[in-house]
T-cell receptor
């Protein structure tokens, strides 16, 4: 069964601090891995997309890593801001042709002043 | 204006009622999707459409139907709403003409409550 698991479920950090969110997946065949940010009451917005051959991808203060051997990914947020408070969802694309998206349940991040 | 617009944003309806959720997009994408999000669960695919004449069931299509009225419009219907269809519903689009590593664009969601 294709699965994406994220940890922690929730996290509180002080503004300006760094944090790392984890994603473990069990899917086959793997196509790519995406991180999305979802603000409360809004739709998910793409942060990064990585294929099998990529092990790091950055988008401003967001840096995602991918270890295809261990089937793990992380999202590192540097110098957090209050606006980073959101849910972060790890999504893995499965298959060739039409790629099914398998969504994790997300990590809810709260950045406190 | 938003690239993917969903209406209504919020809706409360009674059990047994028919309800339609609408989605329109200005992205020019050919592929459109309907997902639902429940607390503690990842988004799950209800239906997807690759073009106006192509409709496909997702993993949780029972109790739902869709209509692709035009390339830019994709509506989701609940023929007879039941309480366990209470959820946050998202429409999304993607472009088959772009590389596979391009992202999806999601709407802002419709919060549906069935009482």
């Amino acid at each position: 069964k294709n699965q994406v698991e994220q940890s922690p479920q929730s996290l509180i950090i002080l503004e300006g601090k760094n944090c790392t969110l984890q994603c473990n997946y069990t899917v086959s065949p793997f196509s790519n891995l995406r991180w999305y940010k979802q603000d409360t009451g809004r739709g998910p917005v793409s942060l990064t997309i990585m294929t099998f051959s990529e092990n790091t991808k950055s988008n401003g203060r967001y840096t995602a890593t991918l270890d295809a051997d261990t089937k793990q990914s992380s999202l590192h947020i540097t110098a957090s801001q209050l606006s980073d408070s959101a849910s972060y969802i790890c999504v893995v694309s499965v298959g060739t042709g039409f790629q099914k998206l398998v969504f994790g349940t997300g990590t809810r991040l709260l950045v406190s002043p | 204006d938003a690239d993917v617009t969903q209406t209504p944003r919020n809706r409360i309806t009674k059990t047994g009622k028919r309800i339609m959720l609408e989605c329109s997009q200005t992205k020019g994408h050919d592929r459109m999707y309907w997902y639902r999000q429940d607390p503690g669960l990842g988004l799950r695919l209800i239906y997807y459409s690759f073009d106006v004449k192509d409709i496909n069931k997702g993993e949780i299509s029972d109790g739902y139907s869709v209509s692709r009225q035009a390339q830019a419009k994709f509506s989701l219907s609940l023929e007879s709403a039941i309480p366990n269809q209470t959820a946050l519903y998202f429409c999304a689009t993607s472009d088959s003409g772009t590389p596979a590593n391009y992202g999806y664009t999601f709407g802002s969601g419709t919060r549906l409550t069935v009482v």
